[in-house]
């Protein structure tokens, strides 16, 4: 028996950290398009890439088959009658992934990750008003594995960006 499997129980293959997808440069440089303008035309980046029409086609749909992009239209919580939004320090017992997929499943939750550090998961919520998030605060604190948590509330969101990773 290993050291590790007498600490935690083995882990499933997808759980081991993600590979990084080797990416060249007219790959990098079709993403940076997309995150510029996710309604680019094919064309359109072929010309400012250097590809064929074709070649982007098939570059991009390779990556989206392979998780390295996701093209969506990105919101502005504030405009769609969201002006509330939170970032919750959460502090779990034992079952850390588990705790962190049950408060996945909760609609307000945006954004949940696995953290190291004093807490172990942070999930940013968008809520309605105070009293959504006195609700969504409640939800959290009651799924089963949380022991504590800490609320920050957004006063000013001064920046947001989703165009890294290709440099």
Same mark, same amino acid.
């Given at each position: 028996?290993?050291?590790?499997?007498?600490?935690?129980?083995?882990?499933?293959?997808?759980?081991?950290?993600?590979?990084?997808?080797?990416?060249?440069?007219?790959?990098?440089?079709?993403?940076?398009?997309?995150?510029?303008?996710?309604?680019?035309s094919?064309?359109?980046?072929?010309?400012?890439?250097?590809?064929?029409?074709?070649?982007v086609?098939?570059? +991009?749909?390779?990556?989206? =088959?392979? &998780? %390295?992009?996701?093209? #969506?239209?990105?919101?502005?919580?504030?405009? $769609?009658?969201?002006?509330?939004?939170?970032?919750?320090?959460?502090?779990?017992?034992?079952?850390?992934?588990?705790?962190?997929?049950?408060?996945?499943?909760?609609?307000e939750?945006?954004?949940? +990750?696995?953290?190291?550090? =004093?807490? &172990? %998961?942070?999930?940013? #919520?968008?809520?309605?008003?105070?009293?959504? $998030?006195?609700?969504?605060?409640?939800?959290?604190?009651?799924?089963?594995?949380?022991?504590?948590?800490?609320?920050?509330?957004?006063?000013?969101?001064?920046?947001?960006?989703?165009?890294?990773?290709?440099?």
């Amino acid at each position: 028996m290993t050291p590790q499997s007498s600490l935690a129980p083995a882990r499933p293959p997808e759980a081991h950290a993600a590979h990084a997808t080797a990416l060249d440069d007219r790959s990098k440089a079709i993403i940076e398009q997309l995150q510029q303008d996710g309604r680019r035309s094919f064309s359109a980046i072929a010309r400012a890439v250097g590809l064929s029409e074709a070649a982007v086609r098939q570059r +991009v749909t390779k990556l989206l =088959e392979d &998780d %390295v992009v996701k093209v #969506v239209a990105v919101t502005n919580p504030m405009q $769609l009658g969201f002006p509330r939004q939170a970032m919750v320090h959460v502090k779990t017992g034992a079952d850390l992934t588990g705790t962190a997929d049950r408060l996945a499943e909760i609609p307000e939750v945006d954004y949940c +990750v696995v953290v190291a550090g =004093e807490w &172990d %998961v942070l999930v940013e #919520v968008v809520c309605e008003d105070d009293l959504h $998030l006195l609700d969504v605060i409640t939800a959290i604190r009651t799924t089963e594995g949380v022991t504590q948590t800490q609320t920050l509330t957004y006063l000013s969101l001064r920046k947001q960006e989703y165009d890294w990773g290709t440099r």
